[in-house]
């Protein structure tokens, strides 16, 4: 079983910045649409930004103009740079790599804690 590997999350102030890394499966990865989703507590799992092959991104409302998506094929990595972190940002973060309709792989996730 496939899964993915995300880090570099953790404790940062109201206002601060982190960029998570997601370590994807070699196998298509330049081909696979690659996302972030998050789960905070108490909460069910939501969406929270998406890139394609051809780099098309899409963002939830919530994060808009706040986080950026990107990715390294040549790494086979995917990247979240978050900015101006609040409070309701503080979550688990997840990596899914979607090589195909019905094969997606997930990752265990990562701790974001935004809090002063």
């Known amino acids: 079983q496939v899964q993915l590997a995300e880090s570099g999350g953790g404790l940062v102030q109201p206002g601060g910045s982190l960029r998570l890394s997601c370590a994807g499966s070699?196998?298509?990865?330049?081909?696979?649409?690659m996302g972030w989703y998050r789960q905070r507590p108490g909460k069910e799992r939501e969406f929270v930004a998406t890139?394609?092959?051809?780099?098309?991104?899409n963002y939830a409302d919530s994060v808009k103009g706040r986080f950026t998506i990107s990715r390294d094929n040549a790494k086979n990595t995917a990247y979240l740079q978050m900015n101006s972190l609040e409070p309701d940002d503080t979550a688990v973060y997840l990596c899914?790599?979607?090589?195909?309709?019905?094969?997606?792989?997930w990752g265990q996730g990562t701790q974001v804690t935004v809090s002063s």
């Open positions: 899914k790599q979607e090589v195909r309709y019905g094969l997606e792989y």
């Open positions: 070699p196998f298509r990865f330049s081909i696979s649409v």
């Open positions: 890139i394609t092959s051809g780099g098309n991104t």
